[in-house]
């Protein structure tokens, strides 16, 4: 299976073989470029260097998981005509900003459904190289993992996954997701504060609830050391133990969401 992530500042490429993970050499399977996502620029070039190592094959699936502006829908409430009103209304777009192309993702256990945008351009880009191409969002895989986690089935936690230039909140109960948000943030101030209010929203209190924090691992601790002051039990989730040691938690250059999507279809 070929892996594509479209992060916030880079793209990552992966192929992941059940059967034999590593390459002749004994190197990973990985490549990476520097881009920005919000600029939506440069998708030709870009796609070149992407294409090049990319087999363009149609029985090839390419999976591009995305980091982008995803808002939430109870599965009751869904109607799939209303999806791109709905990601509208909720995430609304600057009027000079470039047409986007509306997915959704079902989120099974959490009786959810995840609706996300990306631009038209980088759709219609990687559909003219590829036949065989699937969107999803990062936020689904995470949101997946997380409701996962039972430790203690009907307990409220809330999950705190960093990104570069974001921060996702989700507060669960037992696999139920009570509530999800992005924010962005730069400082760990911001983080704790939104954190906190949301979670306090939930009624997933910070003195009784306890915090699992994902993502950079450097960021992580950080973040772990100053929400202590706020929070009573606080987690940070062990990228290498989450997912039992696999090769590919050794790419220390492959993001905490992107790793999610992976290993755990």
Request: glycine letters at 4%; hydrophobic letters at 40%; charged letters at 15%.
């Amino acid at each position: 299976m070929h892996y594509l992530h479209l992060g916030d500042q880079q793209i990552h490429y992966v192929i992941d073989h059940s059967s034999s993970l590593l390459t002749t050499d004994g190197a990973l399977p990985f490549q990476h470029w520097q881009w920005d996502i919000h600029r939506d620029q440069p998708i030709p070039l870009l796609l070149q260097q992407v294409s090049d190592i990319v087999p363009h094959a149609s029985r090839t699936p390419l999976h591009i998981v995305v980091n982008g502006a995803a808002t939430l829908i109870p599965m009751a409430d869904f109607d799939e005509t209303h999806c791109e009103a709905h990601l509208d209304f909720t995430l609304p777009q600057r009027t000079d900003s470039l047409e986007r192309r509306v997915f959704y993702d079902v989120l099974p256990a959490s009786n959810a459904v995840l609706i996300f945008g990306i631009s038209e351009n980088i759709c219609a880009a990687f559909e003219r190289l590829w036949s065989n191409v699937y969107f999803v969002s990062a936020q689904t895989g995470i949101l997946r993992r997380f409701a996962a986690r039972l430790e203690h089935s009907r307990e409220k936690r809330c999950f705190i996954h960093l990104r570069s230039q974001t921060v996702d909140v989700a507060c669960f109960l037992g696999n139920h997701l009570l509530g999800y948000n992005t924010f962005d943030t730069l400082q760990t101030a911001d983080i704790i504060y939104y954190a906190c209010q949301f979670a306090t929203t939930m009624d997933c209190l910070p003195a009784s609830t306890p915090f699992y924090i994902s993502g950079q691992a450097t960021l992580c601790e950080a973040l772990a050391q100053s929400l202590r002051d706020y929070v009573s039990k606080v987690d940070v989730v062990q990228t290498q133990e989450e997912f039992a040691h696999h090769p590919l938690t050794t790419v220390a250059q492959l993001p905490f969401e992107f790793l999610t999507h992976i290993l755990s279809l």
